[in-house]
């Protein structure tokens, strides 16, 4: 029992965060690809950015002195969102909306968009410089132990307040998307115009105001997959930027243009992470009880070091495109 | 006044105007029917006038106001409506939702319209909630027309309605086309079955190269001897 709750605290909670962050990041990449046919790079620096927008907004709350009962981080959210949606409204008008005006190839779009990655980068550090900060700094992260010793194990479960919450408003956030794209008719057009951007646009639907739409959305969650990233671990110049491979890696397996197809990728890849360097050695240590003294287990038991854990989006990746490759939701081929 | 008038229409899609002065006329009774021979511009006319590509010269006018290089998104809700050849549904939606999407122009309750265009197609009100992607040809193109027709358009512009379909098909479009007619819309479509397509035109423009050959009522232009030998395979 004991190592069941190691597992779960180990594999099924983390990789469950690990997952949401994933999701959310990649349902804006995907959102954008069904839209404006280009993979965006630079979302990687709407997370970062979201992530510094609720970190200043905290320290200011926290300078009045407003004490709030869940971290900052949080209460501040739904502020950091919008901010971080006029931020990539302005990004698309400054640097995309006019190479579109003029024809521009996805692939010109895409190098445009890995220039904005390092000029954002660049901003970041110029007022924040390079070291990481905490929201954690004057508050306190809240450790839920939930003792399961009835059940027979030494161990408690451990979740910790930042990770409860951002399961939480991930689901919430994930259904009201969903509602939004199935039940309001923006949320319907935005559907029409990755299925059929000329049949859109023949329907008299304003797809200028699609366009800006798909922004606000995919910069909000941007920024509270951001910002749930740097409660979780630190907050820096570089926060979402090394992740920016697993979160493309969860919207191609999910199918490239599928809302839904982006969330299972995140997850799947979340968890799969998770898995892949969980150590088995601390699962498995009662059997070095029976076995010979020859086979006993390593202290470390993991299908690859932590360091290389990266690949693992690379591996289901591959996998996913020579099985299926529209991915796990069936999404545009290119 | 005419609904909708082209006079001496150039366009094209930037290099040599695929229209060289296209003539043509059409009231809200009317079914209009460009026939003609491939490259012609028969699908060229119906896209400049829904402002898809670059009106040059003459003019488009619809209910006498200048209409030229116009968007869709300003077209539809004066009561221009267009269906196109291909990709003229989205496979991923649902019928109802295919529907919606026809009337995104319109803010007020357009309940009655849906129910409209449920009778005119019963089989789609059957299917409202199925995606669109998996019905058949024949049907795709009823959802086409219905999306089209959710604007509560004055004037449907078609084209190639009938391509692709079952003979079967062909006739049943045929009759809707008349039936939407006779409900108060004007048509404007292009065909390929021209002589089935003229036989139940009140106007018939006959276009080649760009420019209008032959007008008259498609009565006239079948029992005209030049367009029968030139245009309808003798």
């Known amino acids: 029992m004991t190592e069941l709750v190691f597992f779960i605290n180990q594999v099924v909670i983390s990789g469950a965060v690990l997952g949401c962050i994933y999701a959310l990041g990649a349902v804006g990449i995907t959102l954008i690809f069904g839209i404006l046919r280009f993979a965006h790079f630079a979302h990687s620096e709407l997370m970062t950015s979201g992530a510094f927008f609720a970190f200043m907004l905290a320290a200011l709350f926290a300078s009045w002195g407003i004490v709030t009962p869940i971290p900052l981080g949080f209460v501040v959210l739904p502020l950091a969102m919008v901010m971080s949606a006029i931020f990539a409204l302005g990004i698309d008008k400054g640097f995309y909306a006019p190479l579109r005006k003029r024809g521009a190839k996805p692939v010109i779009l895409l190098i445009a968009s890995i220039g904005v990655t390092l000029m954002v980068q660049g901003l970041i550090r110029l007022f924040f410089g390079a070291g990481s900060y905490s929201f954690f700094e004057n508050e306190t992260k809240d450790i839920f132990r939930i003792d399961l010793a009835f059940l027979g194990s030494t161990r408690p479960l451990v979740i910790t307040e930042p990770q409860l919450l951002m399961i939480i408003v991930t689901v919430v956030s994930v259904l009201a998307l969903h509602f939004f794209l199935t039940r309001s008719r923006l949320g319907k057009a935005m559907r029409a115009m990755a299925d059929n951007p000329d049949l859109a646009q023949v329907s008299g639907i304003n797809t200028a105001l699609v366009v800006r739409v798909t922004w606000i959305v995919a910069g909000a969650l941007a920024c509270m997959a951001g910002t749930m990233l740097a409660l979780d671990v630190t907050l820096k110049p570089d926060l979402a930027f090394n992740i920016i491979i697993p979160i493309f890696a969860a919207a191609i397996v999910g199918g490239l243009g599928q809302a839904y197809g982006a969330i299972a990728g995140g997850l799947l890849i979340g968890f799969a992470e998770s898995l892949a360097v969980f150590n088995w050695t601390m699962v498995l240590r009662p059997l070095n009880a029976v076995l010979p003294e020859f086979a006993q287990l390593p202290a470390t038991l993991s299908l690859v070091p932590t360091e290389y854990k990266l690949t693992v989006a690379f591996v289901i990746l591959v996998v996913v495109l020579l099985v299926r490759p529209t991915g796990i939701f069936k999404g545009a081929s290119s | ?234």
């Open chain 2, 1 to 234: 006044m005419a609904l909708l008038e082209l006079k001496h229409v150039v366009a094209g899609y930037g290099g040599a105007p695929i229209l060289n002065g296209v003539n043509m006329a059409i009231d809200q009774s009317d079914i209009g029917v460009i026939v003609g021979p491939n490259g012609a511009g028969k699908s060229t006319t119906l896209k400049a006038i829904f402002g898809l590509l670059k009106v040059t010269g003459g003019t488009v006018e619809f209910l006498g106001e200048s209409i030229a290089n116009s968007l869709p998104d300003k077209l539809v809700p004066k009561g221009l409506s267009f269906v196109p050849q291909e990709k003229n549904v989205f496979t991923s939606m649902t019928v109802e939702e295919n529907l919606e999407m026809g009337a995104f122009t319109r803010r007020d309750d357009f309940s009655e319209t849906m129910q409209w265009v449920y009778e005119m197609f019963p089989v789609l009100a059957e299917k409202r909630r199925q995606p669109t992607g998996e019905l058949s040809g024949g049907q795709r193109q009823m959802v086409a027309m219905g999306r089209a027709l959710m604007s509560k358009p004055k004037l449907l512009m078609l084209d190639e309605p009938s391509a692709g379909l079952s003979p079967r098909y062909v006739i049943e479009i045929f009759e809707t086309i008349v039936r939407v007619n006779q409900e108060g819309v004007g048509v404007l479509m292009v065909e390929q079955n021209a002589r089935q397509a003229l036989a139940f035109a009140s106007k018939g423009f006959v276009l080649a190269q760009g420019q209008n050959r032959f007008t008259g009522t498609g009565a006239e232009l079948i029992a005209d001897p030049e367009v029968a030998k030139s245009f309808l395979g003798g």
